[in-house]
């Protein structure tokens, strides 16, 4: 059954920020019910094969033997013992996963995936991407950005640009960029060879007008007035990920939920001498070509296709279902669309953005809610069963 029309419902507005900034990183764990989790920043996706190859020796010797890709192309390590710290933080200085223990948590940067592989975009984005990481870990000031604030840098096709991140660097034509703030719909115009300054600088303005105010914010959409975001006309930001499968650069592997064996990922080391994780949990393998690894897609047009989920229980305490067993099920009969996420609590962990399928559990069943860029103003349904929830995703996926 689709969703029907309800009545609209309260939604919570930013998050309060009293209790302080608990994102995981690789070195602060978050305590899980089934052990500790690890966050291990990959500023722009990137993986050397060696690289991964630790990553999964890590998985399988001190987690639970998987790892799990996330929304900002970054990759979480679950299952950990609470005393693993020192052990991990070691192993991952070792294979230059971490650069800097005083701001390993805010080199939260994503980057065009096939930027430099398909002939598309107008920048390669490689020298973007290494300044802006070594300068963001000798800043002073980037140090006071949240575990979640988010750089994004855009060739000009705008994938990325599309995520609203913190602070967006769409490469333009013949050079430069236009800075884009928050969600804002216009944008500050960069000369050539100014990006990654007029990058850090918007994010260390952002941390003084924080401190200068006594601003509670830890995103810059949450306080859009502090900074100015510039007057240039914003571009059409609605390219679409990339999708499972070969392209002329190499090949495009999905997952499930996001999540990879320790087998799997050195299968994907094997085929390709880098890896570059995506915002949306999948890995490009330049010059690689099939096929993916058994679970893993490298075919378009499946349900599976911009399809996640939270955690869920039972490895969450405020999980009030097992989503991704009950997402599986609906997706296993379901149909490709719109971008659909499944979570355990209001909380709504990894959601995309723009405009989404929201299925939320409910202790009782799941709601199904279209979900339109910041607002909630879609039809919702009334409390489904696991079996309903499935037919309503679907329909709302084909005509929302």
């Known amino acids: 059954m689709p969703p029907t029309p309800a009545a609209a419902e309260a939604r919570p507005g930013p998050p309060d920020r009293a209790g302080g900034d608990a994102c995981p990183g690789a070195l602060r764990l978050h305590s899980a019910d089934d052990g500790a989790l690890a966050r ?53 200085r070792t294979a230059g996963l971490l650069p800097s223990e005083t701001h390993e948590r805010v080199r939260n940067i994503v980057a065009s995936p096939l930027a430099g592989l398909d002939g598309a975009g107008h920048a390669d984005l490689r020298g973007w991407l290494t300044e802006l990481d070594r300068r963001l870990c000798a800043s002073e000031l980037a140090a006071g950005l949240a575990g979640l604030f988010l750089f994004a840098l855009d060739d000009g ?28 719909d216009t944008a500050r115009r960069i000369a050539p060879g100014d990006e990654v300054s007029a990058a850090l600088g918007a994010a260390e303005e952002f941390v003084r007008a924080l401190r200068s105010t006594g601003t509670g914010a830890w995103f810059v959409r949450d306080a859009p007035d502090l900074l100015d975001p510039g007057s240039v006309p914003l571009p059409a930001v609605t390219c679409d990920p990339p999708e499972p499968g070969p392209f002329a650069g190499g090949l495009v592997v999905g997952t499930r939920f996001g999540r990879l064996t320790a087998g799997q990922l050195r299968r994907l080391a094997d085929a390709a001498p880098e890896l570059r994780i995506t915002p949306w949990r999948s890995v490009v393998l330049p010059g690689a070509t099939g096929p993916a690894p058994d679970g893993l897609r490298a075919e378009p047009g499946s349900a599976w296709e911009r399809a996640t989920a939270c955690t869920g229980a039972p490895g969450c305490a405020k999980s009030l279902a097992d989503v991704r067993t009950d997402a599986a099920a609906a997706l296993e009969r379901g149909v490709p669309g719109l971008p659909v996420h499944w979570s355990g609590c209001e909380r709504r962990c990894g959601h995309p953005a723009g405009q989404w399928v929201d299925v939320l559990a409910t202790g009782q069943g799941y709601r199904v809610t279209a979900h339109h860029g910041a607002g909630y103003d879609g039809q919702t349904s009334q409390d489904l069963t696991t079996e309903q929830m499935a037919e309503a995703v679907a329909e709302a996926r084909r005509t929302t």
């Open 40 to 92: 291990v920043r990959l500023p722009g996706g990137l993986l050397t094969d060696r690289q991964a190859r630790v990553l999964a020796g890590i998985a399988e010797q001190l987690g639970d033997g998987a790892l799990e890709l996330t929304s900002r192309g970054n990759v979480q390590l679950r299952g950990l013992s609470a005393d693993s710290g020192p052990e991990l933080g070691a192993r991952l």
């Open 157 to 184: 096709r705008g994938d990325v640009a599309a995520l609203d991140a913190d602070v967006t660097l769409i490469a333009t034509p013949g050079g430069g960029a236009l800075l884009r703030l928050g969600r804002a």
